[in-house]
């Protein structure tokens, strides 16, 4: 299981009433991602735009390569 420290956790209704503050704290790099707790456990993962991608095109070169 992944470990992800307290202050990259947040419920649910704390991102409802805060999301530009967190989207600013990914932008700024001074979170690398925030895990989206809900119902007690880890539902999602906000995390930059740019390691979204980095990740996309890794996940489709590995597909290119299995087929």
């Given at each position: ?19 530009d503050?967190y ?29 979204y ?15």
């Amino acid at each position: 299981m992944q470990c992800y420290t307290r202050e990259e956790l947040v419920s649910i209704q704390e991102i409802a009433n805060s999301l530009d503050h967190y989207l600013d704290r990914l932008t700024d790099h001074t979170l690398q991602r925030v895990v989206i707790i809900s119902d007690d456990k880890p539902q999602a993962v906000l995390i930059p735009i740019e390691e979204y991608e980095i990740l996309k095109n890794f996940r489709e070169k590995i597909s290119e390569e299995i087929l």
